[in-house]
């Protein structure tokens, strides 16, 4: 009977400690799971903030290409223009070659 209380009294020694490192361990998890969700909001503000900016960056280069296109169909208009004579031959061309 004694050997029973014994062993008895070994087991929940036993399932305190174990118990009490669970604990430890279940607080370090805790904390890892923090300190993981932390960085991956920064991660998703740092990746939207990036995203916005190449976005951005895409649109002003559509407006510039568009720009672009634009001007060289006036130039390519104004040089048909020319070559059927009606408007005056272009000033800067004659510029270039004195």
Not at 78 to 96: E, F, H, I, K, Y
């Amino acid at each position: 009977m004694w050997r029973e209380i014994l062993d008895y009294g070994r087991q929940l020694l036993t399932l305190t400690q174990t118990t009490e490192r669970n604990t430890e361990d279940i607080k370090e998890l805790r904390q890892e799971v923090e300190q993981l969700s932390a960085a991956m909001r920064h991660m998703a503000y740092t990746f939207q903030h990036e995203i916005s900016s190449l976005r951005q960056e895409i649109q002003h280069l559509r407006e510039s290409e568009r720009q672009a296109r634009e001007n060289e169909m006036l130039r390519i208009e104004n040089a048909l223009l020319r070559s059927g004579r009606q408007l005056p031959p272009d000033d800067t061309s004659s510029d270039n070659q004195a």
